[in-house]
């Protein structure tokens, strides 16, 4: 078919003097004599980018009338391949990823062939954000201290990020100190609108390697994340590939009340979303609702897509974006080029009820949104603050299986006294901090949290010494208006002085507690809470020792630390009592009009291009300071525990070798129950001395002290195999239940068929020295949290060949199929539970022993150990046909990279 029968480049005026160059979606209306003008907004983004990008090859004219015909009501089959404008990485995620291409130039050059054949072809900013641990706090000089800490840990990390930025054309960094990844790529990276060399403009479009890269939703940019496999795919000239998707709409009406804050708002939404059932959609905002949300507010309810399950979260462009870009020092060029090429294309302004064919519309009254906490285990457990308490309270005596914690209800008030004297009962706030992409973004809920500890300050409140308390900043923007506007000493006075700027708490890097606390927790087993301004409270995620995780606002994050204590109902009870007076939540909490007053201080331009003129003008002594780092286009791979040649390019051919076709005589590596997160999978956080990892670096001559985190030593395949499945909070049902009837936690199995109990890790190699293959068995929301391609590589390193769920969550399943590994679903109301699976059986999986197809049946067959057999059939989480084609390569990077050879 001839490429240009639907080009459709037209001009655009850009102001008053000049013009532009652009694919004109109301031209392609005309010429399809389809109403593209009522495909939701984020569709119309997409069909833009497989219109502009059409070759006739990865992207043809059946795509683009496909897309414009999407309806509704019509099947969702068609997969479409989306060229993105640019990449965002954040360091844990990104570091492995420059691994790979760096292998990949490894095997280019031993193959005779230049080692520039393997380089971005689209922009790539890795943004250093996750390495920072929050070792100081409530010190002077708590920020200096955790960052020349993160410098010393990470140097040759960060020696290695530098060699890339040499090595690569395209490849940037920004270093660390500036923020999170999410909020600079908002405030700084997104430009709106690109223009390529022959002068076309088009709509900023990404992926990125963390999955709230969503928040870049809320500025009407269309983006998600991705885990490391895919996006190197997307980087090296490979279509980001995906079903076309539902768009589930929602109609946003009336106005938030007093007192209510963005984060209620989300944690809303999430608990609402959750229940629309929006996994793998994309989500639209609309309404006049929609209207009367600030941007910060808009981009707080795009961040937290991945809790709600929706692939996006999004806002269109309209007069609050414009304005945005103006607040954050934006140049008047690109700001009117921005807004002239969105109305041009018909894209600008939110959509009012009617306006839109959505695939369903849901409703949401802001006005009924109320104050709000989520927890103790999932950030989609919403509890109204008057009832976090009662649900405590109930939560400690119920059973795990009932999302509690199996404690004796006469335990609950229960006092221990640690060795340093502290007195500690279950439900006590041990961690307090205002960190994560999600709520630091956003002026409001800053502005009000130093309200809040301004009023109490002079109220005469405090926060126990023995709770550790932080604000982690998503860029430094903040800590300048938190400075204006007289702030932040009170904060400080509370404990919340700055200690980091980075994803801190939220991602397991709060840092420990007291050796005594420790000791006191694991002794009595007390169900301790941290509370935080964050997006993901998984349990182990913040600290291993810590059971019950709260996400909220950062003003009740601070009133909470002044509290204590769960047990503590805020709406009822004092905040706290100073000589002898009650003070309650309602006399310190900030009114609108306060926090409305200081507004000026947060969207301050100037402030905006000093902070990020010095990304690339003077980005820290500390940054400065890391030398020695390798030269030239290919890396020669120093001895390092922290970077190491990755394996999944070992023995390549240009022809791929055959992938399984059916497996026989596999044993159970792991029988896991619901929502096993990728934190249960591949962890982030400390690593303890007794596990895998841990005896790993002792061997290779590194000081405890030295460990640092899992997520930091991501760049080396040893450290994260051994990592994988290794959480202490997993729970493996193959292994026999405690006396009292509660499930054994860590990363234990059994292996078969002699029934010795080992680690999971020393189980697979076991099993692979054998040449068993094994197989992992899950329930629902199998993947769920952030995307971490190492828990697809670590489930590829172990062995594993197949993984079978009751559901999986979508990045997860792409990247299981980007490393070669299976994923299956059950079918019906079958499950691990109803079948009877305990992990002494040994399983066929037949089926798909000839030409493999998206999505068809295949066969379980489960040999029990009393001689009999069960046929059980299954669906293939292989949903597309490129999926069939990495998984015949043997995963992603394999076919991406014979590709880029053979050009």
Known sequence: MARNTLNTLKEFKLSDSKKGKFYSLPALQKKLG???????????????????????????????????????????????????????????TGVPLLADLAAMRNVAKKMGIKAKNIEPLVPVDLVVDHSVQIDHFREKDALDLNMKLEFSRNKERYQFMKWGMQAFDTFGVVPPGFGIVHQVNLEYLA?????????????????????HTTMINGIGVVGWGVGGIEAEAGMLGQPV??????????????????????????????????KEKVVGKFVEFFGEGTETLSLTDRATIANMAPEYGATMGFFPVDDQTIDYFKGTGRSKAEIEAFEAYFRAQGLYGIPKAGDIDYTNVVGLDLGKVAPSLAGPKRPQDRIEIGDVKS??????????????????????????TNTDGVHLKNGDILIAAITSCTNTSNPSVLLAAGLLAKKAVEAGLTVSPHIKTSLAPGSRVVTKYLEAAGLLPYLEQLGFGVTAYGCTTCIGNAGDLTPAMNEAIVKNDVVASAILSGNRNFEARIHANIRSNFLASPPLVVAYAIAGTMTRDLMTE????????????????????????????????????????DVKGAPGKLWEDI????????????????????????DFTMEPKAAATGITAARALGVFGDSITTDHISPAGAIKESSPAGKWLKANGVLLADFNSYGSRRGN??????????????????????????????????????????????????????????????????????????????????????????????????????MGVLPLQFLGTD??????????????????????????????????????????????????????????????????LRQLLAA
């Open 34 to 92: 389809i109403n593209i003008s009522r495909l939701p907004v984020s569709i119309r983004i997409v069909l833009e980018s497989v219109l502009r990008n059409c070759d006739g090859k990865k992207v043809t004219e059946d795509h683009i009338r496909e897309l414009a015909n999407w309806g509704a009501t019509a099947p969702r089959v068609d997969e479409i391949p989306f060229v993105v404008a640019r990449v965002v990485l954040q360091d844990f």
């Open 191 to 211: 430009r709106g609108v690109h223009k390529s060399v022959d002068k076309v403009y088009y709509p900023d479009t990404l992926v990125g390697t963390d999955s």
């Open 241 to 274: 590939y995906f079903l076309t998707p539902d768009v589930v709409g929602v109609n946003l009406t009336g106005m938030l009340r007093e007192g209510v804050t963005a984060t209620d708002l989300v944690l809303t939404i999430t608990e609402m979303l959750r």
């Open 391 to 416: 649900t405590f309270s109930d939560l400690f005596s119920k059973s795990i299986a009932d999302n509690g914690f199996n404690k004796k209800a006469a335990d609950l008030d229960a006092v221990y």
């Open 574 to 613: 004092p905040v706290g009592t100073v000589n002898g007076k009650d003070i309650f939540l309602g006399d310190i909490w900030p009114t609108s009009k306060e926090i409305a007053k200081l507004m000026k201080f947060a969207m301050n331009a100037k402030t905006f291009k000093e902070n990020y003129a």
């Open 627 to 650: 030398t020695g780092a390798a030269e030239g286009e290919v890396y020669d791979w120093p001895k390092s525990t922290y970077i190491a040649e990755p394996p999944f390019f070992a």
């Open 717 to 818: 395949h040893e450290i994260m195999m051994r990592g994988t499945f290794a959480n202490v909070r997993i729970k493996n049902l193959m292994i026999p239940k405690k006396a009292d009837g509660s499930l054994v936690e860590g990363g234990i199995t059994l292996y078969q068929p002699s029934g010795k109990e080992m680690s999971i890790y020393d189980a697979a190699m076991a099993y692979v020295a054998a040449g068993t293959p094994t197989m992992v068995f899950a329930g629902e929301e199998y993947g769920t949290g952030s995307s971490r391609d190492w828990a697809a590589k670590g489930t590829q390193l172990l062995g594993v060949k197949a993984v079978f769920a009751r559901s999986f969550e979508r990045i997860h399943r792409s990247n299981l199929v980007g």
């Open 831 to 896: 499950s691990t539970v109803t079948l009877g699976i305990t992990g002494n059986e040994t399983f066929d999986l037949k089926g798909i022993e000839s030409d493999i197809k998206p999505q068809q049946e295949a066969t379980l067959v489960i040999h029990r150990a009393d001689g009999t057999s069960q046929d059980v059939k299954v669906l293939l989480r292989i949903d597309t046909p490129i999926e069939v084609d990495y998984y015949k390569h043997g995963g992603i990077l394999p076919f991406v």
